[in-house]
Every structure is written in structure tokens, then in C-alpha cells.
């Protein structure tokens, strides 16, 4: 039997996510003939399932300062290239409404569908083939330095290969390490990947102390390793999650310590002697539930402080509170991984990558764009900012 003839193209996208249907609609829109496969049964389901289904599309306040990166400068020329008002410029374009939610993150009003309706109609009228069921088995490069992929659907040709397969958080929505085993497979670096933006789990005391409180939200700031996030911490199940725990999880590792100050904005040393002046008979468990969800501070009384009248506290002693509510140690025994992180931190080496580009600096007429890169954002619309302007970069290279 013979192989299927192979069809051929300016441009093969793996990966119909953010960044391969940002990158595909550019390209297009300049004239090339763009091709983009995708093994999932649809397009842009993280887009889908984002934002709880709303999408927190960009960020207004993106800066490089917002990722991590091997290499903090790298994303400095794509994110100046491509600004969260180019998006927002595109999302008005489209009619589609949005609203700010905290922080600089904007969101759909209505849904994330519009968001992946708005792709696919730019990668429509500019001429985008978009194949999904579409499985790679091999990609070989030419020697007249072509690439050539052997899919499911028969073999694609083009002078150029974009890699836009995203990370491996949440392997049940498509995610794989294919990106990265293209990576090495043309001689690029792939630096040690991690489950980022991910609750963290807790074992020992913690967990025994903490988790039938699954439910409970308090506003915290967590710090680990010289980084501090505001926001609200949730006690589940299985350990601590909510937006300050995602955030700080970035920057965790196993064995790093990890503090949160209970009373964040407050001066717990001024609030605990003003209560030894003012409310010298109420005991210290009934006036943190003032200012702490009533069954958190019950059992932080119950473990971690001895509850009294205030007036029985030696002034020693109420340093002691006052430094734990401010820097209380929470010891995490790891996290619960890719399966519900949101992103993926680490991913191909951005030496082996062109800033402005995003061409490899190896094997001509090859890019890696969005989150197989070793660029990862916070919380809060900074990683599909990634997505866009790296796609953007690369599909206004593309052909060049
Ligand atoms: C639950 C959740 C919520 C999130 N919410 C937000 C948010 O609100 N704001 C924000 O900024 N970020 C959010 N993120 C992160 C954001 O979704 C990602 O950073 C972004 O989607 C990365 O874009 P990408 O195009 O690089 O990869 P992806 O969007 O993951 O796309 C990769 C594509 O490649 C395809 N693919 C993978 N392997 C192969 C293969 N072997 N062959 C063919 N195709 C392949 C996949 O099917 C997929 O379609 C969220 C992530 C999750 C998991």
C-alpha cells in the first residue's frame, strides 16, 4: 500500500490552544498558508474551561516581572510587541463584552466560548486549515530542510514547524509532553518541569488539624522564598488552595518553608494590645473570631495558641501571637500535581530560542511558542497573555 500523498503548506501548527490559533490567524492574515493539528476532539479547551468558564483573557497590568522564567528577560520583547490592549482591541473588535474583575484581570461576561469563536473566525477568514482528531506519530526533518509529519490523517509538509502544545497540566483536556520530546528530538534543552499554579497538599498535624475545615476562606499573604501574595487561602480537603496558594505555589518547592500571615494589612501587635487595654475579660479565641473565620480560630486556640482572658497575658507572651498570626509556618508536603494545576512551570530552554521570534536558534523554520516554554505567569490572565504574544511573535516571523 501507499502512503497517502503528503499535502503542503507555509506553516504546520501543533496545537489548536491559545498560542497556535493566535500564531495561525497571523500568519494567516499575512498571506501564508496555514495549517494547524490538534489530536484533541476540539479546539482551545483550556480556553473553554478557563476562568470558570469566563475566561480571564489578559491582564492590564502584565509585565515581565509577572513570569518565571530560567531567563527573566526572555519574554520581554513578545510581551512589548503584544500588549494586553491589542487583545482587548481585538475582544471590542469582535463585540465581545468583559468586565474587570480584581487586580487587572479581564473576564467575558458571558462565556470563554466567545473567546474561541472569536479565534476561529480570524483563522477562517484568513484561510486557516484546522484539523482536529489529528494525532502525530513522527516528524521528520527533510534533507532540503523541510518538516514533514506523519499523522493520523496522512503526512503534512511545510517549510515551517510551530510547537504549541502547550504543557501537561490536566492530562484529561489533551495535554502532553509532546512539545517536549520534539524539543529534544531536534537538540533542544528541556528544563525540569513542575505542576505550577496548583494546590498544595498537607500531611502530619496539619492535615489532621486543618482538614475537616475544608470550606473555610480567610484572606492571607503568603510568602515563600522572597515572593509575598495577598489574596484568599481555602482549606480543602486535601490541604489549602484559593488564589493566595496558587500564586505562591510557583515559587514553592518541596522542603521550602512556607509563612502566612493570618492578618494581612492589620498590625497584629497593636490589635492584640488594644484588645488587652479594651476587652481585658473576653478570652483571645472569642476576639479572633472577630477578625478570623469563627471555626479557624477555635482551632488555631485549640493548637497552635493557649486561649485566655486577655488580661492574663504576659506582654512576652502576646509577642509570641502576635509574631505567629503574622508568620504562621505551614508545613505543605507537596502538591497535588499536574491533574489540577493550571499551568506548567519549566518547558523547552528559551536559549535554544530567538526572544523576537521564537524561531529556534538550531533548526531554521522552527518555533516553540506559549506554554511548552519555559515561561510561566501568576494567576490572573498572564499566561494567555503569554500565549498570544508569543503566537503573535512567531506567526509574524513565519515566512520571513
Ligand atoms: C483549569 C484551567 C484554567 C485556566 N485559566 C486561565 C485563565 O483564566 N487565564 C489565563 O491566563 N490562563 C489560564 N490557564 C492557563 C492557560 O490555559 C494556559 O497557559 C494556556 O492555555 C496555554 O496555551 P497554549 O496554547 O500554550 O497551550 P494549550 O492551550 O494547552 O493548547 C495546546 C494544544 O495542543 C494540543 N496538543 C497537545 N499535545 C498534542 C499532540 N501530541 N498532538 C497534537 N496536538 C496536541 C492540545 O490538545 C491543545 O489543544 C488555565 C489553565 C487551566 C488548566
Known sequence: MTAPPSTSCDALVIGAGAAGLMCALTAGQRGLRVRVLDHA???????????????????TGTTPANYLSANPHFCKSALARYTPWHFIERVERHGIAYHEKELGQLFCDESSRQIVAMLLAECAAAGVEIRTHC??????????????????????????????????????MGASGFGYELARQFGHAVLPTR???????????????????AGVALPVEARCN?????????????????????QISNYWQPGDDLRLDLLPGQDADALLR???????DAELKTLLAEVLPKRFAQRLCAHWIASKPLRQYAPRELDGIAALLRDWPLVASGTEG???AEVTLGGVDTDGLSSRTMMSRHVPGLYFIGEVVDVTGWLGGYNFQWAWASGHAAGHALGG
Open 338 to 340: 499536574y491533574r489540577t
Open 195 to 213: 505542576a505550577g499554579l496548583v494546590p498544595l497538599a498537607l500531611s502530619g498535624k496539619h492535615a489532621e488539624r486543618l482538614h475537616d475545615l
Open 135 to 172: 494525532a502525530i506519530e513522527r516528524v521528520e526533518h527533510t534533507d532540503a530542510g523541510r518538516f514533514r509529519l506523519h499523522t493520523a490523517q496522512g503526512r503534512f509538509e511545510a517549510p515551517a514547524l510551530v510547537v504549541a502544545s502547550g504543557g501537561l497540566s490536566i492530562p484529561s
Open 226 to 246: 522572597g515572593m509575598a501574595f495577598r489574596n484568599f487561602l481555602l482549606v480543602t480537603h486535601r490541604g489549602i488552595s484559593g488564589p493566595a496558594i496558587l
Open 41 to 59: 476532539n476540539k479546539v482551545g479547551k483550556k480556553i473553554l474551561m478557563s476562568g470558570g468558564g469566563r475566561c480571564n483573557f489578559t491582564n
Open 274 to 280: 488594644e484588645w488587652q487595654q479594651s476587652r481585658r
